[in-house]
């Protein structure tokens, strides 16, 4: 996603950011409240765009009770809106498309620090919601590897 357009019907929150569940790390998963996905016209499964310093995007699923007025999100997903623990980010839904082929640029210098088969990351990044420059995490055996989401092909450019 290059564009970033928000539904024409949704509201803009501006939510508290919080620590993500062990299971979402590196999935590009936001927790919201119920009460506050609906506030929002938004629902679980569809993406967030989330601003803090700059843009990121998530996709929405259900937090558990009392986390009224925050958003859970992964170190990852912070670091790509530019918010910290306990910072306000605007969320608002977003209408999105499905890539069919992606470029990445790895983030590191030297050596790669794993071997990843790209099986492998095919696996780990599908439906996971990104925009160009994001930073994607792909685990492995060995430790998570971090590449920057360059470009992406949708089904009519392929």
Do not use: Y
């Not at 506050?36 to 700059?54: E, N, P, S």
């Amino acid at each position: 996603m290059t564009e970033i357009e928000s539904s024409s019907l949704a509201v803009t929150l501006t939510l508290r950011v919080a620590e993500a569940r062990v299971e979402d790390i590196g999935h590009a998963i936001a927790r919201l409240a119920p009460a506050d996905l609906q506030r929002m016209g938004a629902r679980a499964g569809g993406v967030l765009k989330i601003t803090g310093g700059t843009i990121g995007v998530a996709r929405a699923e259900l937090s558990d009770d009392g986390h009224e007025g925050m958003i859970q999100m992964d170190g990852t997903c912070r670091s790509n809106c530019s918010a910290g623990l306990q910072e306000p980010v605007i969320v608002v839904p977003i209408e999105h498309e499905q890539a069919v082929a992606v470029r990445l640029s790895p983030l590191w210098v030297g050596a790669a620090p794993a071997t990843i088969a790209p099986d492998r990351m095919l696996e780990d990044l599908v439906g996971v919601p990104v925009i160009a420059g994001c930073v994607v995490r792909v685990p492995t055996f060995a430790k998570a590897v971090n590449f920057r989401w360059c470009e992406r092909f949708l089904r009519e450019q392929w």
